[in-house]
């Protein structure tokens, strides 16, 4: 589809003005201006990491963070990521991270989108003065993408 700008800024496809009632509803609510999705995507990325980078760190061992399993020990026996470290998010404070140093990065995950778990856990670490991403997906992202547990 051709979308062209027509009289009045309103888009026109093949020739045929819209109106305002005719916008899709993605177009109903415009889009930010460039600086504003810039500053909000880079803001995106400061907080949050996805399954693919984490799995190439770790493969090509360039892995310079914690990778923090913040789900029950329980869960975290059944399976886990490689390399992850299990704390709780209710756990976590200034006696189970003593033995990182204070620059270290984090970067937490939960059981996926359908959690919260990541979310607490990261909350828990910036409150504590901690660098911290989170790993958007968690472990049905891990899986979805087809990359190997751990148990």
Known sequence: MD????VGGLPSVKGLAMTTTSLSSV?????????????????????????????RSIREGTQDFVLVDVRSP???????????VNIPHAQLNEDTLSEYASDTLFVVYCAGPHCNGANRGA??????????KEMIGGVAGWKDEGLEFES
């Open 74 to 84: 329980k869960l975290f026996a059944r399976e886990h990521l490689p390399t992850a």
């Open 27 to 55: 177009r109903r609510v415009p889009a930010a201006n460039s600086e504003d999705a810039r500053r909000h995507f880079a803001q995106r990325l400061s907080l949050e990491t996805d399954c693919a980078d984490v799995a």
């Open 3 to 6: 979308l062209q700008p027509a």
């Open 123 to 132: 909350l828990r670490l910036a409150t504590l003065g901690r660098a911290v």
